[in-house]
Every structure is written in structure tokens, then in C-alpha cells.
Nanobody, 126 residues
Framework: QVQLVESGGGSVQAGGSLRLSCSAS???????MGWFRQAPGKEREAVAG????????FYADSVKGRFTISKNNVKKTLDLQMNSVKPEDTAMYYC????????????????????RGQGTQVTVSS
């Protein structure tokens, strides 16, 4: 089991920046960790993922070039730096973790993860 706690959400104007943080109860080197978001009436979307063992990062096309995921192995934290935000980035953002699995990408594992935090709301105004 992994407990995850997010922080850092809030309201920001389009074009601005926001940084989300996630504190994990433990790090597992076999895991992929990341962030997914869900807006009302929309499906869950994995936006960023990182392999704990290698540090390799992955992004959804919708956020590539704007969002950056990073981890701190000592503090067991996971951050999501969100730049040039758009109104369509408005959603509840969740930190997630899942064991890496052969045949599935990190983002797919994040998309289907059952380990997640309570979420933090991000609202982008135009």
C-alpha cells in the first residue's frame, strides 16, 4: 500500500504557472508514479508519469512542453510544474502510483491506478 497526499492546487489565470506536490508514504523502485486529472463529465486523463527506478518521464500530448514531472527520492515527493496553463487544464488532479507492468506504458498504469491521493483542484480562468 502507498499513501499519497497532494498539495498546491488553486486558481490561476491562463498563461500562468502552478506547482503541485505529492508526498508518498514510501517509494518503490518497481513503480511508476504520476498525475492524472479528471474534470466533471470527462474521463480520467493521465497527464504525466515517471519511473522511480530510471527517472524516465512521459507526458500526454495535451500537456507536453508545458508540464514537467519530477521526483525527490530522499523526500519521497513527486512534483508537477504546470506552465502556460490553459482553461482546459481545469480539473481535479490526483497523484497516483502503480507497479510497472510489461506491455503497458507508464501513463497507462497511471490511468488505471488504484493508488491515488485525495486530489487537489486546479482552476484556470481565461
Amino acid at each position: 500500500q502507498v499513501q499519497l497526499v497532494e498539495s498546491g492546487g488553486g486558481s490561476v489565470q491562463a498563461g500562468g504557472s502552478l506547482r503541485l506536490s505529492c508526498s508518498a508514504s514510501r517509494y518503490d523502485s518497481t513503480y511508476c508514479m504520476g498525475w492524472f486529472r479528471q474534470a466533471p463529465g470527462k474521463e480520467r486523463e493521465a497527464v504525466a508519469g515517471i519511473y522511480i527506478r530510471t527517472g524516465s518521464t512521459f507526458y500526454a500530448d495535451s500537456v507536453k512542453g508545458r508540464f514537467t514531472i519530477s521526483k525527490n527520492n530522499v523526500k519521497k515527493t513527486l512534483d508537477l510544474q504546470m506552465n502556460s496553463v490553459k482553461p482546459e487544464d481545469t480539473a481535479m488532479y490526483y497523484c497516483a502510483a502503480a507497479p510497472a507492468s510489461y506491455g503497458f506504458t507508464c501513463l497507462q498504469r497511471i490511468q488505471d491506478s488504484s493508488y491515488r491521493g485525495q486530489g487537489t483542484q486546479v482552476t484556470v480562468s481565461s
